[in-house]
């Protein structure tokens, strides 16, 4: 075990701790649960069923939103980045959409679009793409233009270049927005579902919030951060990681 992981792991314990020894000097379990009894509604919630199916309804709008956000924001972003004329006629669009709260534009899916899916998916992901245009977009800008030029004196084709001059260079840019993304994502996803689903983590939540049930509620936000902190660590760091060894080569 290296350092970094002993100090996470140490880190954890001390929090947990802190937590219990809170849980006992406000003496009012039903407020602010001690670990035990968040751990025995785990417990409770997964044998009954609940837990697993709530977790992957949140995670499947979360992998569409991601998907569907980073594709398009990319493309929008690299448009915007190459070409000053698109940049002219929609860079101010971008900036407005970035500047609109997220719960304005899930209220008004819902209400043109009514409490469905799509509207659900299309609400979180019109939150994220100005984000990802804005990242992709400044990565363009700043991709070498001496590759360009020797590009076009070769005549290289448009594939060829995009895949082996351009990409390399924003797999930096792509990997920042991606990472910063999913931690956006799965918050707005939450919102939705409280707002306008009938299953996910967050329906649980707005479900538990209705009967002041504090300890099953850290029971779905907590069970869905170690799932996107998992995410984190075996997808998105090694993907960060990759992306500086190609700067450094």
């Known amino acids: 075990m290296n350092s970094h992981s002993f100090s996470s792991i140490a880190s954890i314990v001390a929090l947990i701790a802190l937590w219990q020894l809170s849980s006992v000097w406000i003496d009012d379990f039903y407020v602010f649960p001690p670990p035990t009894e968040v751990a025995t509604q785990w417990l ?3 044998n009954a069923g609940e837990l697993l199916p709530h977790l992957t309804a949140t995670l499947l709008r979360v992998i569409l ?30 900036s407005v959409l970035l500047n ?4 304005v534009v899930i209220v008004l899916c ?4 009514g409490l469905s899916e799509v509207a659900a998916i299309l609400a979180v992901t019109i939150n994220k793409i100005p984000t990802v245009v804005v990242t992709i977009r400044e990565g363009v800008k700043a991709l070498d233009r001496s590759l360009d030029e ?15 001059v351009w990409l390399p260079q924003l797999v930096p840019y792509v ?3 991606a990472r910063n ?13 409280f707002l306008g689903r009938s299953n996910g983590v967050g329906f649980q939540i707005h479900l538990y919030f209705q009967n002041f ?3 099953k509620i850290l029971v779905y936000a907590i069970s869905f951060v170690a799932v996107m902190l998992a995410v984190e660590i075996l997808i998105l760091k090694p993907l960060e990681k990759r992306s500086h060894q190609w700067r450094q080569q």
Do not use: C, N
């Open 181 to 193: 993304g999913i931690a956006l994502i799965w918050k707005i996803v939450l919102v939705v579902e």
């Open 44 to 46: 409770k919630e997964l």
């Open 65 to 94: 939103a991601f998907a569907l956000a980073m594709s398009i924001g990319a493309a929008i972003g690299f448009a915007l980045g190459r070409f000053q004329t698109i940049e002219r006629w929609i860079g101010l669009w971008v």
């Open 100 to 103: 609109i709260p997220a719960l």
């Open 150 to 164: 020797l590009t076009q004196v070769y005549r290289v084709p448009f594939g060829v270049k995009l895949r082996h």
């Open 110 to 113: 819902y209400v043109w679009l």
């Open 175 to 177: 990997a920042s927005a």
């Open 213 to 215: 049930d504090v300890a």
